[in-house]
């Protein structure tokens, strides 16, 4: 089973700051094989990226995804309001498609 | 638009068996995609449950952790598809929300709402 470790596991900051998430996977997502979303208290998770670094439809150019291998980043580059929440990552790669702890992104 | 909703009881006495049913407008259930539930403990994260491809290809996929008590599958006839959790107890009360796949792979492109059981007597 493929582990994924987000970090931090609480991130601080303010409206208009650059947010930096980060997905360790404990082996290869090959094929880059990686998901990321957005989850509001009471809310259903929401795609932001596939592929490692797809943005899913209607999802603002804000939101970026990069990396490969076992090391995978969501960047937010202008924080808005609504962007503070809880984020998960998901590898899709190998079965079971595990999700990581998620971070919680908290208004400073 | 590909469209979700989980229905079943939202009461499940402990050592009973957990169901729920997905079912799935907009699109067909025979369509290449996976389809799959996840669930999450109150105040706590995503946990993958497992995923079905269609009533024709492979079996299910199920997390190792899960896979001796729950069982997916296929209605083609009613277009949804089914959780079965058997011998619950109260670690397995959560938000479960069924999900379909996009471009033959198993994220979450599509979500139903959500929901909650609570596993109690």
């Known amino acids: 089973e493929i582990v994924l470790t987000q970090s931090p596991g609480t991130l601080s900051l303010s409206p208009g700051e650059r947010a930096t998430l980060s997905c360790t996977a404990s082996e290869s997502v090959s094929g880059r094989l990686l998901a990321w979303y957005q989850q509001k208290p009471g809310q259903t998770p929401r795609l932001l990226i596939y592929g490692a670094s797809s943005r899913a439809t209607g999802i603002p150019d804000r939101f970026s995804g990069s990396g490969s291998g076992t090391d995978f980043t969501l960047t937010i580059s202008r924080l808005e309001p609504e962007d503070f929440a809880v984020y998960y990552c998901q590898q899709y790669f190998r079965s079971p498609n595990s999700f990581g702890q998620g971070t919680k992104l908290e208004i400073k | 638009q590909v469209q979700l909703q989980e229905s079943g009881p939202g009461l499940v006495k402990p050592s009973g068996t957990l169901s729920l049913t997905c079912a799935v407008s907009?699109?067909?259930?025979?369509?290449?995609?996976?389809w799959s539930w996840v669930r999450q403990p109150p105040g706590k994260g995503l946990e993958w449950i497992g995923e079905?491809?269609?009533?024709?290809?492979?079996?299910?996929n199920y997390n190792p952790s899960l896979k001796s008590r729950v069982t997916i599958s296929v209605d083609e006839s009613k277009n949804q598809f089914s959780l079965r959790l058997t011998s619950v107890t109260a670690a397995d009360t959560a938000v479960y929300f069924c999900a379909r796949g996009a471009d033959g792979y198993g994220y979450g492109h599509y979500w139903g709402q959500g929901t909650l059981v609570t596993v109690s007597s």
């Open positions: 907009g699109g067909s259930i025979s369509s290449n995609n996976w």
């Open positions: 079905v491809y269609n009533s024709e290809t492979g079996s299910p």
